[in-house]
T-cell receptor, first 114, second 113 residues
Framework: SQQGEEDPQALSIQEGENATMNCSYK?????LQWYRQNSGRGLVHLIL?????REKHSGRLRVTLDTSKKSSSLLITASRAADTASYFC??????????????FGSGTQLTVLP | ETGVTQTPRHLVMGMTNKKSLKCEQH?????MYWYKQSAKKPLELMFV???????ENNSVPSRFSPECPNSSHLFLHLHTLQPEDSALYLC????????????FGPGTRLTVT
């Protein structure tokens, strides 16, 4: 079943602006991860936030997690044309005793215009 | 490069053909995955292997047959596919314990004619 839902589905901004993408999920999670995918390529892991963390930074990336609202946001600051890609959230919602797996959302297509 | 390679990168096959996709990881991970990515659909997990044993099969049709001979190699054998099976097939690997980040290969773009 679909776990993560990203919002918006598509986002177009000018270079230098900040981009914010949101993810909502339905069940309890162990951690939430964000991935990036350039067109027709594999996904690249960007950042992971554990369920007991509220905010995490990595370079120009800032991730927040609100477990009470079951939502997360990814902020990319000072965007560049090279940031153009699809961004996916993925939840690790493994239940003890079950096979571990990630559940991916539908993604946000980010376009950064030069 | 993520340390996960996939071959071939592109494949066109007829509905009666048999072909195989190959994945190799150089990261020392103990779990490998096959995903299917179709246009405008979320990533679909097909198979999970942990320590070379299949631990999850998400109701994938039998025309897809996985094989994991060792912890570094994963195959997806294809036969009598349908046009709706055309998609990007992604392989990933991870440690099966811990925080569970996955590392993806570049994918095989499959077209079934």
């Amino acid at each position: 079943s679909q776990q993560g839902e990203e919002d918006p589905q598509a986002l177009s901004i000018q270079e230098g602006e900040n981009a914010t993408m949101n993810c909502s999920y339905k069940t309890s999670i162990n951690n939430l991860q964000w991935y990036r995918q350039n067109s027709g390529r594999g996904l690249v892991h960007l950042i992971l936030i554990r369920s007991n963390e509220r905010e995490k930074h990595s370079g120009r990336l800032r991730v927040t997690l609100d477990t009470s609202k079951k939502s997360s946001s990814l902020l990319i600051t000072a965007s560049r044309a090279a940031d153009t890609a699809s961004y996916f959230c993925a939840t690790d919602d493994t239940v003890s005793g079950s096979a571990r797996q990630l559940t991916f959302g539908s993604g946000t297509q980010l376009t950064v215009l030069p | 490069e993520t340390g996960v390679t996939q071959t071939p990168r592109h494949l066109v096959m007829g509905m009666t053909n048999k072909k195989s996709l190959k994945c190799e990881q150089h990261l020392g991970h103990n779990a490998m995955y096959w995903y299917k990515q179709s246009a405008k659909k979320p990533l679909e997990l097909m198979f999970v292997y942990s320590l070379e044993e299949r631990v999850e099969n998400n109701s994938v049709p039998s025309r897809f047959s996985p094989e994991c001979p060792n912890s570094s190699h994963l195959f997806l054998h294809l036969h009598t596919l349908q046009p709706e099976d055309s998609a990007l097939y992604l392989c990933a690997s991870s440690q099966f314990q811990g925080t569970y980040e996955q590392y993806f290969g570049p994918g095989t773009r499959l077209t079934v004619t």
